[in-house]
């Protein structure tokens, strides 16, 4: 399983700005450039953890505000996804 593409889709699906999978800079912060509000994000992680069968209870309040970027979703899901 390649998580980035996993996160890459699964961030693409609930921007509202269009912005494609592919396009998605893994180091830009989510909300400041593309927009990712607080309720999609809840929305977002849900998809990815239930993609990637990763429990969204592995993270706290805390983990989950410092995904910030693709790459820091793709960092703490590695952590527990089966390969």
Do not use: H, W
């Not at 699964?10 to 269009?18: C, K, P, T």
């Amino acid at each position: 399983m390649d998580l980035e593409v996993l996160v890459r889709d699964g961030l693409a699906r609930v921007l509202e700005s269009g912005v494609g999978p592919a396009e998605l800079d893994p180091d830009r912060d989510m909300a400041d450039e593309y927009g990712l509000t607080s309720l999609n994000k809840v929305i977002f992680l849900m998809s990815v953890c239930d993609d990637s069968q990763v429990s969204l209870a592995e993270f706290t309040e805390s983990d989950v505000a410092q995904m910030r970027t693709v790459r820091d979703v793709v960092t703490a899901l590695s952590k527990f996804a089966d390969g």
